[in-house]
């Protein structure tokens, strides 16, 4: 199992850009959540899926959006980047049946707007 | 809402010193309580996590948790620090049931000193 892929490791956008940050799980958890990461704020969470097909707005949803087409991808979308998106992303995944939730995470994406 | 504060930002502790971080949760009902470690430039390592049961949970690479309701804290353990344990530590509670929706603490940096 490779479990929580991020694809890229490393962007650099410029503002305005759009992007996909790729997120995929080969562990069939209905759970998938995206995170961002900034010093002394923790993780917060921006978007999450409770399986394909479903998704809901975390604590900060602005200028970021999800689909979950099938139930291993979890991409997160930037439509137009700005200085505030500097960050780094985290996908996590988990399901309800292994380990009473816990959550498995990726090795992240760090992200500069310019 | 629920909400963590790890009241200490920075620790410094000598090798082979024992070590007790902090965290404070509020949630109104039973929370589901984890402990995360994330190395320098890492993704996160789930160290341990309580649900129910013994309110002692043990976790990985020697670290225990004690859960305290009456005073909602989850303050997390090591008898004798090793130097590989310089990281930074976050505290985070999950909603009953509803383990993709985390609310983390800001987090405790950790220094060994030799």
Not at chain 2, 37 to 43: A, I, M
Not at chain 2, 52 to 75: M, W, Y
Request: include cysteine.
């Amino acid at each position: 199992n490779a479990g929580v892929t991020q694809t890229p490791k490393f962007q650099v956008l410029k503002t305005g850009q759009s992007m996909t940050l790729q997120c995929a799980q080969d562990m069939n958890h209905e759970y998938m959540s995206w995170y961002r990461q900034d010093p002394g704020m923790g993780l917060r969470l921006i978007h999450y899926s409770v399986g394909a097909g479903i998704t809901d707005q975390g604590e900060v949803p602005n200028g970021y959006n999800v689909s979950r087409s099938t139930t291993e991808d979890f991409p997160l979308r930037l439509l137009s980047a700005a200085p505030s998106q500097t960050s780094v992303y985290f996908c996590a995944s988990s399901s309800p049946a292994a380990g009473r939730d816990e959550q498995f995470f990726g090795p992240g994406t760090r992200l500069t707007v310019l | 809402a629920q909400s963590v504060t790890q009241p200490d930002i920075h620790i410094t502790v000598s090798e082979g010193a024992s070590l007790e971080l902090r965290c404070n949760y509020s949630y109104g009902a039973t929370p589901y309580l984890f402990w995360y470690v994330q190395s320098p430039g890492q993704g996160l390592q789930l160290l341990l996590k309580y649900f129910s049961g013994d309110t002692l949970v043990q976790g990985i690479k020697g670290f225990e948790a004690e859960f305290k309701r009456s005073q909602s804290s989850f303050n997390l353990r090591k008898p004798s620090v090793h130097w590989s344990d310089a990281a930074e530590y976050f505290c985070a509670v999950g909603a009953t049931g509803g383990g993709n929706k985390l609310t983390f603490g800001t987090g405790t940096q950790l220094k060994v000193e030799l």
